[in-house]
């Protein structure tokens, strides 16, 4: 069964850090591009931080750069996204969602192949 497990969410207070994980079984890892989204209450989800299948190429909202890393582990199946300097604003569910690469080298929301159901991340004092 194929699934994509997100955790790591947590109540946490503004400039505080978290690091969210996203454990990937029943498909091979390797061949997917893996993107980050979130979602808060009224708004639509958005992309938040895309990594390549090898990990070699990785891209940042705006909103995110510089506080924010992805990074991946193949052979652990497991896709994670460290967030410093976290902002009421970055408070939200967020979600992991896996691409095909013979699809693109990119992470379209509307192009995902899989997704989590949500970490939820909440910044407040």
């Known amino acids: 069964q194929l699934q994509f497990v997100e955790s790591g969410g947590a109540l946490v207070q503004p400039g505080g850090s978290l690091r969210l994980s996203c454990a990937a079984s029943?498909?091979?890892?390797?061949?997917?591009?893996v993107g980050w989204f979130r979602q808060a209450p009224g708004k639509e989800r958005e992309g938040v931080s895309c990594?390549?299948?090898?990990?070699?190429?990785?891209n940042y909202a705006d909103s995110v750069k510089g506080r924010f890393t992805v990074s991946r582990d193949n052979a652990k199946k497991m896709v994670y996204l460290q967030m410093n300097n976290l902002q009421p604003e970055d408070s939200a569910v967020y979600y992991c969602?896996?691409?095909?690469?013979?699809?693109?080298?990119?992470?379209?929301?509307?192009?995902?192949?899989?997704w989590g159901k949500g970490t939820l991340v909440t910044v407040s004092s």
């Open positions: 990594i390549s299948s090898s990990g070699g190429r990785t």
């Open positions: 969602a896996a691409r095909d690469l013979r699809f693109g080298n990119n992470c379209p929301r509307s192009g995902m192949d899989y």
């Open positions: 029943g498909f091979t890892l390797y061949y997917y591009n």
